[in-house]
């Protein structure tokens, strides 16, 4: 069943609500990277479902953030068609890579 995807967004203009995402994207067939880059307000795209606050960053705050994402191994590869290429393993997606990151950056004190 599809699930909807999950991404970080850091505002930096309160005026125009755009700022800059973190995400992976990608899939459990090929595997996925990483990527962050400016974007308008999510609530700008089409497929746009909902936005969370999950706290503050402060000023100067782009290198600790983009670095405790690049620490977060992105999804790899985890299917062959249709065969489970590490069934011992947990399915990973952006959601899973999402959640670990928001962790991760509580836990550093980056978002609080």
């Given amino acids: 069943m599809p699930r909807d995807h ?3 967004f850091v505002e930096t203009d309160p005026a125009t609500g755009s700022g800059q995402i973190y995400q992976v994207t990608g899939n459990i067939q090929n595997g996925m990277v990483f ?3 400016p974007s308008e307000a999510p609530e700008q795209d089409p497929t746009f479902h909902e936005k969370r606050p999950l706290g503050t960053v402060q000023g100067g705050y ?4 983009r670095d405790v994402c690049l620490g977060i191994e ?5 299917f ?3 065969r489970r290429l590490y ?5 990973r997606r952006c959601q899973e890579w999402t959640a670990e990151v928001i962790q991760a950056l509580v836990s550093g004190g980056i978002v609080s």
């Fill in 80 to 82: 062959d068609g249709a």
């Fill in 62 to 65: 782009e290198k600790a953030f």
């Fill in 87 to 91: 069934p011992q393993e947990p399915i």
């Fill in 35 to 37: 990527e962050d880059k």
């Fill in 74 to 78: 992105v999804p790899k590869k985890q």
């Fill in 6 to 8: 999950h991404a970080l």
